[in-house]
């Protein structure tokens, strides 16, 4: 397996309060990606990342930021947390934008009350 | 607007029996086919993937077939086995733009 990790796992915040979530991979790959995994939605994308410094948003990205100062860390930030971003968090990385394998973390399971 | 139309949502299939998943999509510039597979609790993980000069491509029991005229492709799990209940996703991608996924499939193999 890629070696890519999530933390936290799990994460309980209320409404309006700041989350961060940090995606780390050791796999030196230039792409990286949030992703958010909803029942009847399946994968949306949330924000991806080319380089360091380099984001773009994706489908979903209203209400989250992302950060990437370095290659191996990817972090999405909810800047005011609201009860529509309760989701189970993937963090994914790979070689090529989409034409390649992407390497998906153990997700982060984030419930905002 | 859905870029990628996954069906079924969910699939029950006998163990031993032959389990379909179909995507269809209608961007033409999508050149790049993968399915994932997701077991409870993981991350989602590569199963295979296809490129559109081929209409076939088979790997191990898995087998996508690509049909380019209609825009369509599927999954085929021959001799399905209660190890391959897990979510399927189907994802289609174009050039340098990232991963367009499927709503996914829930698939049950039971004995």
């Known amino acids: 397996d890629a070696g890519i990790t999530q933390s936290p796992r799990h994460k309980v915040t209320e409404t309006g309060t700041p989350v961060t979530l940090r995606c780390h991979q050791t796999?030196?790959?230039?792409?990286m990606y949030w992703y958010r995994q909803d029942p009847g939605h399946g994968l949306r994308l949330i924000h991806y990342?080319?380089?360091?410094?380099?984001?773009d948003k994706g489908e979903v990205s209203d209400g989250y930021s992302v950060s990437r100062s370095k290659t191996e860390d990817f972090l999405l930030t909810l800047e005011s947390a609201t009860s529509s971003q309760t989701s189970v968090y993937f963090c994914?990385?790979?070689?090529?934008?989409?034409?390649?394998?992407?390497?998906f973390g153990p997700g982060t399971r984030l419930l905002v009350l | 607007q859905q870029q990628v139309k996954q069906s079924p949502q969910s699939l029950i299939v006998q163990k031993g029996g032959i389990s379909i998943i179909n995507c269809a999509y209608e961007?033409?510039?999508?050149?790049?086919f993968p399915w994932y597979q997701q077991f409870p609790g993981k991350g989602p993980a590569l199963l295979i993937a296809?490129?559109?000069?081929?209409s076939e491509k088979k790997e191990g029991r898995f087998t996508i077939s690509f049909n380019k005229s209609a825009k369509q492709f599927s999954l085929h799990i021959m001799d399905s086995q209660p190890g391959d209940s897990a979510t399927y996703f189907c994802?289609?991608?174009?050039?340098?733009?990232?991963?367009?996924f499927g709503k996914g499939t829930r698939l049950s193999v039971i004995a």
């Open positions: 994914a990385s790979g070689t090529d934008i989409g034409q390649e394998t992407q390497y």
């Open positions: 796999e030196n790959h230039r792409y």
């Open positions: 990342s080319y380089g360091v410094k380099d984001t």
């Open positions: 961007n033409t510039a999508f050149d790049y």
């Open positions: 296809i490129r559109p000069d081929v």
């Open positions: 994802a289609a991608s174009a050039g340098n733009t990232p991963l367009v």
